[in-house]
């Protein structure tokens, strides 16, 4: 998740409630595998906030102001990682189908092929 | 009763069944592949002979499930050979190596020689999702899918360059794309980079720019495609329906594919017009030609 090596994402709020047992998940996740990863991506603002009586989630907010909430309720602590790896990783691109795989600001090089164009030799005879 | 003439006489043709040429093996010991006529199965014999030497015995292991239900026929003792003591023997010995050949067999492809030996080596079970790579059969993979990890962006690198008149048509995995410079192409997940790598793409099937076309037969040797991984996210989610009316079947799956962003940012192996450059020795060989004269 890198626009020509900008890192996309700002900020992943973690929330997690203390009590509730959908959070054990990433209560867990936050002791085990949440330091190696801010460590991993320094550019990375992660925060961790608590909300009682709500099931858990990750909420990513990227540079083009879109916002991403993944509900993590009754989440191995691994499965919580790739989530967050996942977030990290995409733009904060609109998750809609794709048109095209292939995406250009100069289609063409040599010149649009047009029905009119004749091809010449090198020595200018028409092919 | 032996009713055919040639399992009386131990004749080998192709018609022979393949539990009869084992046992013509183990009597004597001989390179396999001469006996066999069939073409299909000299394709699999050849991958398996030259492998596995831990299994002393010469018989070869066969990459091919079929010798497996061969043998299923042939259990029935009236088709074993004249001498009957041979048979009982040998049948409880071929027994064992059956089993443990099915097992084997499921694992084995005809397609990869590394990985029938790397899986021979390790004795590791299918499961591919949590395989753990080598960096050698990293490298391998990637190279055959078509691209090449050279390592992470640094941040003194200006590699995004403004854009230039050449293309390049190339291939990755079984996909081909005709990229410029400053382009970015959707592939499918490729495995061994992390956002923010840089790629090398070895193959280049077609270089164009305005003064020069290279055509490759397949590839372009000396070109390299140069790009930078932007992302790895998911498709958005397509939901496969399948519905057989009148007769109560209905199924719902969704879908996501996981796709690498990729972003071009170098071509290399083709004349690329330089026009910054043409200008200013122009202007220094006027300048020339007018010392030239005054000195004369």
């Not at chain 2, 192709?14 to 046992?23: E, G, Y």
Request: glycine content about 4%; aromatic content about 8%; overall charge neutral.
């Amino acid at each position: 998740m890198a626009l020509r090596g900008v890192w996309q994402l700002k900020k992943l709020v973690v929330s997690y409630s203390d009590w509730g047992g959908s959070s054990k998940g990433i209560r867990a996740f936050m002791e085990s595998h949440l330091p190696a990863f801010k460590e991993a991506n320094p550019q990375l603002e992660v925060d961790t906030e608590m909300i009682r009586g709500q099931h858990p989630h990750l909420k990513a907010l990227y540079k083009n102001h879109n916002d991403r909430v993944v509900c993590v309720k009754n989440m191995d602590p691994e499965e919580i990682l790739l989530h967050a790896t996942r977030l990290r990783n995409s733009l904060g691109r609109k998750v809609i189908k794709l048109r095209t795989r292939h995406v250009t600001k100069h289609p063409s090089v040599q010149g649009t092929w047009t029905t009119a164009l004749k091809y010449q030799d090198e020595q200018n005879q028409v092919l | 009763m032996i009713f055919r003439m040639k399992d009386r006489f131990g004749l080998l043709t192709m018609h022979t069944p393949i539990r009869r040429c084992l046992q013509a093996l183990n009597r004597e010991p001989q390179p396999t592949l001469s006996l066999f006529k069939d073409p299909s199965s000299l394709r699999s014999f050849s991958v398996a002979a030259f492998s596995n030497h831990n299994i002393s015995s010469p018989l070869p292991i066969f990459t091919n499930s079929k010798p497996a239900s061969a043998f299923g026929k042939w259990h029935d003792p009236r088709y074993f050979s004249t001498s009957k003591q041979d048979d009982h023997t040998k049948k409880a010995d071929i027994h064992e190596e059956i089993e443990d050949e099915d097992d084997s067999d499921d694992n084995y492809d005809d397609e990869d020689e590394e990985d029938y030996e790397d899986d021979d080596d390790e004795c590791v079970s299918v499961s591919s999702s949590k395989k753990v790579y080598t960096a050698e059969e990293k490298e391998a993979e990637a190279t055959a899918i078509g691209y090449k990890v050279v390592g992470p962006l640094q941040k003194d690198d200006q590699v995004f360059k403004p854009y230039e008149p050449a293309f390049a048509v190339v291939q990755i995995g079984s996909h081909q794309f005709k990229v410029s410079n400053g382009d970015s192409i959707f592939t499918e997940r490729l495995k061994f980079c992390e956002v923010n790598d840089k790629l090398i793409l070895n193959k280049v099937l077609l270089l164009g720019s305005a003064s020069q076309t290279i055509i490759g037969r397949p590839i372009v040797p000396d070109a390299a495609v140069h790009a930078v991984v932007e992302e790895h996210a998911l498709d958005a989610k397509v939901i496969i329906f399948k519905k057989k009316r009148r007769k109560n079947y209905r199924r719902t799956k969704g879908h996501r594919q996981e796709l690498t962003k990729l972003r071009i940012t170098d071509i290399e192996g083709v004349e690329k017009p330089q026009i910054e450059l043409a200008e200013k020795p122009s202007e220094s060989a006027k300048k020339e030609q007018e010392k030239v004269p005054l000195s004369a």
